[in-house]
């Protein structure tokens, strides 16, 4: 492929990528880590701090200072880990030999939206499908969590992330609660680095008003 993820397993993001560009015959060494699930719109970024330099989510994030050539796991799972076997569906948890339960939805529990400070290097904020926004301010050392915001309903998909390109403090959240039938906008901001956030959806329209 004329490109590729991390892995060298042409950038779809499942099943053992971000493992440093190892041979598919390679036998794992250590402790075992759980395989990547990677949304089908799995975040890719270039730092703005360096062309070199990307990174990459599933439920981990992944750094390469290489343009890809090889890649380090820059954090823990920064998910809640849920079972998706054990959620309802249309009002029921279903056996798990049921025909085709969960063969044909994106893995549960991942980072979907990732980006980077435009002024500050490191200072990245991901945030996953099942409602966390996951914060480090040095480049993935020390990750700080946040699952609580003014107005969202608890669990809301975190659909994007916008840090200001005028204030190093600041930073944009919105979430996409429709898989819940609720189609109401949700926008927070902090100037604080996520400690503290206000809403800022205001007088939106739901988007069927739209």
């Known amino acids: ?18 493992r440093g560009g190892g041979t598919q015959g390679e036998q794992p060494q250590g402790p075992q880590i759980p395989p990547d699930r990677a949304n089908w719109d799995t975040p890719y970024i270039i730092s703005p701090h360096s062309p070199t330099r990307l990174y990459w989510a599933t ?17 823990p799972d920064l998910s809640r880990n849920l079972d998706p076997f054990n959620i309802p569906i249309m009002g029921k948890v279903w056996p798990r030999d049921s025909v085709a339960l969960n063969t044909s939805t994106t893995p549960l529990s991942n980072v979907v939206s990732l980006d980077e400070s435009p002024l500050l290097a490191g200072l990245l904020y991901a945030g996953t499908d099942d409602g966390l926004l996951q914060i480090t301010e040095d480049d993935g050392k020390n990750w700080r969590k946040v699952e609580d915001f003014p107005g969202v309903p608890k669990w809301t998909y975190v659909s994007d992330v916008a840090p200001s390109p005028r204030d ?6 919105s979430f996409n609660n429709w898989q819940r039938g609720d189609f109401k906008p949700y926008i927070v901001k902090s100037t604080d680095r996520g400690k503290t956030w ?4 205001s007088n939106l329209p ?3 008003d739209v």
Do not use: C, M
């Open 1 to 18: 492929p004329l490109w590729r993820g991390p892995g060298g397993r042409g950038g779809r993001g499942g099943g053992g990528g971000g």
């Open 59 to 75: 439920q981990y994030v992944y750094r390469s200072e290489d343009r890809g050539d090889s890649w380090t796991r820059i954090s």
């Open 168 to 173: 190093a403090d600041t930073v944009f959240v």
């Open 198 to 201: 206000t809403n800022i959806s």
């Open 206 to 208: 739901p988007k069927h």
